[in-house]
């Protein structure tokens, strides 16, 4: 009964390229959380997609980070031109519904180092 | 806006002593609260909730958490550490009410490290 998968685990990237991180959601869950932990800092919702639907975006930055969820396939969250403030672990969960009475599981996180 | 906090950045207890971790949070209106837990190289996983009815709500190993509605709190306790409690503990917060989403806010987390 497999979790919440994310890889990479770990991802280095140098100043100005393109880090791409991977998210599958447990078995039976249509709803994808982002989440961003800075250096000693708790963890920050970036964004909500649903099954070919982004539904709350409100904590992406404005440029350079896109997400999406299609149809077939993980979630991805995608960085262009990455700079070293985007160092950080991003968090991926995954729930069956959208009440938060649906418990957001958790993966293990992917590791983003931007030399 | 909603923000979470807690209070205790680092905490070292001996083994058998009893544990208190604060959180508040600055919400108006109805929440949910809940407790998470990273163990060293694994993935946060839930140690309790709180949605509604009994303020005092019971979790895995032995965690326990009051929700106290009139000082915004939701402190996390157990009555008596183990060496395996070592972990960073997170308090998180989500509203949900027609058509919001249901982001948790997190607060910034307490590192405990208990010593056998």
């Known amino acids: 009964n497999a979790g919440v998968m994310q890889n990479p685990r770990h991802l280095v990237r140098r100043r100005g390229q393109e880090a791409r991180l991977r998210c599958s959601p447990m078995?039976?869950?249509?709803?994808v959380y982002w989440y961003r932990q800075l250096p000693e800092e708790g963890l920050k919702f970036m964004v909500y997609?649903?099954?070919?639907?982004?539904?709350?975006e409100s904590g992406m930055p404005k440029e350079r980070f896109s997400a999406e969820f299609p149809k077939e396939g993980p979630s991805i969250l995608r960085i262009q031109q990455v700079v070293r403030g985007d160092s950080a672990a991003y968090f991926c969960?995954?729930?069956?519904?959208?009440?938060?009475?649906?418990?957001?599981?958790f993966g293990p996180g992917t590791r983003l180092t931007v030399l | 806006a909603q923000s979470v906090s807690q209070h205790n950045h680092h905490v070292i207890l001996s083994e058998a002593a009893s544990l208190e971790l604060g959180c508040n949070y600055s919400?108006?209106?109805?929440?949910?609260l809940f407790w998470y837990v990273q163990y060293p190289g694994q993935h946060l996983q839930l140690l309790l909730k709180?949605?509604?009815?009994?303020?005092l709500v019971k979790g895995i190993k032995g965690f326990e958490a009051e929700f106290i509605k009139s000082k915004f709190s939701f402190n996390l306790r157990k009555p008596s550490v183990q060496w395996s409690d070592t972990a960073e503990y997170f308090c998180?917060?989500?509203?949900?009410?027609?058509?919001?989403?249901?982001?948790?806010?997190f607060g910034t987390g307490t590192l405990l490290a208990v010593q056998p």
């Open positions: 709180y949605f509604s009815g009994d303020p």
């Open positions: 997609l649903q099954k070919e639907n982004i539904i709350d």
């Open positions: 998180a917060v989500s509203s949900y009410y027609g058509g919001a989403t249901n982001k948790l806010i």
């Open positions: 078995k039976g869950h249509s709803h």
């Open positions: 969960a995954s729930s069956r519904g959208d009440s938060s009475y649906n418990e957001q599981f």
């Open positions: 919400y108006g209106g109805t929440v949910n």
